[in-house]
Nanobody
Framework: QVQLVESGGGLVQPGGSLRLSCAAF????????MGWFRQAPGKEREFVAA???????YYGDSVKGRCTISRDNAKSTVTLQIESLKPDDTAVYYC??????????????????WGQGTQVTVSS
């Protein structure tokens, strides 16, 4: 069974940091580009970050300079480090996998596989 399992979400104060992790099961991890998206209630799913099979990275405008995405093919995991968190970062964060070579499609919520999401709440 194909699974993407996110972890690391929770409640954090503004200005704090979080590390989100995603573990992949049931497919050849190195054949896929990986990404993180987020969705707040009543809003569309928003691109956060992506990393390709060759470790090229891309970031959404709202998080650029505050986030770092990385992957470990040996462990079939992808992580997202978020710094200087703001209340507007509050959302459910989803891990996704798409076939490598997707190009500009990395920035759209059209991935082949999705995790169940992990809640991030930024509040004082």
């Amino acid at each position: 069974q194909v699974q993407l399992v996110e972890s690391g979400g929770g409640l954090v104060q503004p200005g704090g940091s979080l590390r989100l992790s995603c573990a992949a099961f049931g497919f050849v991890f190195s054949w896929f580009d990986m990404g993180w998206f987020r969705q707040a209630p009543g809003k569309e799913r928003e691109f956060v970050a992506a990393i390709t099979w060759s470790t090229s990275t891309y970031y959404g405008d709202s998080v650029k300079g505050r986030c770092t995405i990385s992957r470990d093919n040996a462990k079939s995991t992808v992580t997202l480090q978020i710094e200087s968190l703001k209340p507007d970062d509050t959302a459910v964060y989803y891990c996704g996998a798409t076939v490598r070579g997707s190009g500009s499609a990395l920035l759209s919520p059209s991935y082949k596989y999705w995790g169940q999401g992990t809640q991030v709440t930024v509040s004082s």
